[in-house]
């Protein structure tokens, strides 16, 4: 299984951007995904995710600013950020986990990371 994130960049504070997190493979099932950011020096912190059920998580800062979302059908996760301030800047990452398929009648957990992404927010 593999991930392909895209989106983020420079933006002014107020502004917004769409990440976007795609995963790949032979996936049976998918039992979260989420998005993660990290600034240097700081260790990584959830900024929101998604249950199978879709039940939400938020990290408070970002509640009522930023909104994740997904696609069952195309395997896709995105993060609409809106209302962003110099204080989100960070490199963002997707993390899905679930379960692949191994050959014709095994599977296997899976929990795997995006690249990361970059969003700078300018004051």
């Known amino acids: 299984v593999q991930l392909q994130a895209c989106g983020g960049g420079l933006v002014q504070a107020g502004g917004c951007l769409k990440l976007?997190?795609?995963?790949?493979?032979?996936?049976?099932?998918?039992?979260?995904m989420g998005w993660y950011r990290q600034d240097p020096g700081s260790q990584r912190e959830l900024v929101a995710r998604?249950?199978?059920?879709?039940?939400?998580v938020y990290a408070p800062s970002v509640k009522g600013r930023f909104t994740i979302s997904k696609d069952n059908t195309k395997n896709t996760v995105d993060l609409q950020m809106d209302s962003l301030k110099p204080e989100d800047t960070a490199r963002y990452y997707c993390?899905?986990?679930?379960?692949?398929?191994?050959?014709?009648?095994?599977?296997?957990?899976?929990?795997?990371w995006g690249q990361g992404t970059l969003v700078t927010v300018s004051s």
């Open positions: 993390n899905v986990a679930g379960w692949e398929l191994i050959g014709t009648d095994r599977q296997r957990n899976f929990d795997i």
């Open positions: 976007s997190c795609a995963a790949s493979g032979n996936i049976r099932t998918i039992n979260r």
């Open positions: 998604l249950s199978p059920s879709g039940d939400t």
